[in-house]
């Protein structure tokens, strides 16, 4: 039997909802089974021996939802498979790897995961809310720089830890896919 996988996340704006979507179609494919929920939806954990958490990245935070249904859970996602991940940086910038915010970081250090992978995020007039969205989404920093390739890549990583099981056990993998911890990125469009 193959493990149970949750994907949820913290969206704004739908970007980051659209990378889990993916995220969970990919593993899908692998023959996991999937659910993938915004994180407000998600009631319990225990039907899942993988959880995949993502948010979106609003003035280098995470969506208040997204660390609340980290902080709220970690005495069960220490006991399962952790990954994380954020979606942010546009335009120019769309490939530099973003920091965790600081409580972020500790909940993960708590949890056991390691540090969250950057994807790139999407900014369109369209679907921006809110006053300063809508400005930013006329400029340079327009456009959808989400990097599908990418983002299916790292699920297939993630998939490859993920070993079958007949007793649903919650045994960690021995490695991980490697990803990159970047340096603090310069103070940029979104710190003025
Ligand atoms: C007001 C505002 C602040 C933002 N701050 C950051 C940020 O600090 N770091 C970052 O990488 N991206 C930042 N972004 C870009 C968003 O994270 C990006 O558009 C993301 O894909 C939005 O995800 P969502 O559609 O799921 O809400 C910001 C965007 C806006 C509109």
Not at 6 to 17: C, D, I, P
Not at 89 to 109: I, S
């Amino acid at each position: 039997m193959s493990k149970k996988v949750l994907v949820t996340y913290a969206s704004k704006a739908g970007a980051t909802a659209g990378i889990a979507g993916a995220i969970g179609a990919e593993l899908t494919a692998h023959g996991h089974g999937v659910d993938v929920l915004d994180v407000n939806r998600v009631k319990d954990l225990t039907q899942y021996d993988v959880v995949i958490l993502g948010s979106a990245l609003y003035m280098r935070r995470w969506r208040k939802d997204a660390v609340r249904f980290l902080r709220h859970n970690v005495d069960a996602l220490r006991g399962r498979q952790v990954w994380l991940f954020h979606s942010g940086p546009v335009g120019p910038d769309k490939d530099q790897a973003q920091d965790m915010p600081p409580a972020v970081r500790r909940l993960a250090q708590d949890i056991g995961a390691t540090p969250a992978m950057t994807f790139a995020g999407s900014l369109e007039p369209d679907t921006a809310k809110g006053f300063l969205a809508r400005r930013l989404a006329t400029g340079d920093l327009a456009g959808d720089s989400r990097d599908w390739t990418k983002i299916r890549a790292w699920a297939t990583g993630i998939s490859a830890t993920i070993e079958p099981t007949e007793h649903g056990t919650n045994r960690r993998p021995a490695t991980k896919p490697s990803r990159k911890h970047a340096p603090r990125p310069p103070a940029g469009h979104f710190l003025g």
